[in-house]
């Protein structure tokens, strides 16, 4: 089954082919990034307005790649929640139109749940049921992940996801927009131990977390640096920020594997391509005697291969929409519209 698959739920505009949900025939990516780093963010209008300037030559160029026809295609899957509203719709509304003038099933997909379903890509042996961690710059949860399409959030953020919180933290040291891979930079030459800063903890949920009391550290450690004129130690400070984020992600995935009897741990989202929560994952799994799954630097951000995936367990499933399906800013990872 050959599956067309859109992305457009942020400020990435992705067209993908998916053969049977695990092989990727084409995955092609337009980013937007250097556009909205003038701004320090994403500027929804604007991520908008590119996502339809390259959503159609991008799609036609997956095809190509693909070595297929349009003819070919079996269905076709989308992004259509959560993330930027406008985004959604030019992804939606294309997809729907493919989906017609072929005559084939149009298919939702949740967008952390296509995140999950990349480690399906990068393992071919990988099967649920298992516990997921989805860390990205919208989203941050721990999923029981028991089925293909049966996922339950046990444990998520009650404030910023973490991606959003390396954003913020990147921009307050003067580092350009996303602030993943610059903050990953900077923090290799520091001490993860230059500053304390706080792991917050929940009350009532031992799998919720919270990032907002670390990012005011952050920016009020930088704001006093600069009002008493005491130098920064910038490096030590990113990669003490490092360390709390991972010391608050990392022990609560592995208790909920734990506490749900699970020999497998898989992380998902951009997050996940960090270095030092890579390298804490794998300390702690190997201690737990867990099998861990991480997908590739290129699967871990925004793509249309994964949704071609997860819509591939979707559509089997029997989830399909009509052409009034809507697009939603947010949505429960376990609810779909067919």
Known sequence: ?????IESSCDETAAAVVRNGREVLSNVVFSQADMHALYGGVVPEIASRNHITVISRLTDSAVCQAGISKSDIDAVAVTYAPGLIGALLVGLNFAKGAAMALGVPLIPVHHVRGHIAANYIAYPELEPPFVCLAISGGNT???DVRGYTDMHVIGATRDDAAGECFDKAARVLGLPYPGGKPMQDLAEGGSDTAYKLPRA???GNPYDMSF???KTAVVNLAHHAQQTGEELDRPGLAASFA????DTLVPRAMRAVTALGYDRIVVAGGVAANKRIRA?????????????????LSLCGDNAAMIGCQGYYELISGVTAGSDLNAYATMELDALEA
Do not use: N, R, Y
């Open 141 to 143: 949860m721990i999923v």
């Open 280 to 296: 804490d994952f794998e300390a702690a799994a190997k201690a737990a005697g867990k099998q861990l799954f991480i997908p590739p």
């Open 212 to 214: 907002s009391g670390l």
């Open 1 to 5: 089954m050959l599956i067309l698959a």
């Open 243 to 246: 360390a709390a984020v991972s």
């Open 201 to 203: 903890h929940v009350d």
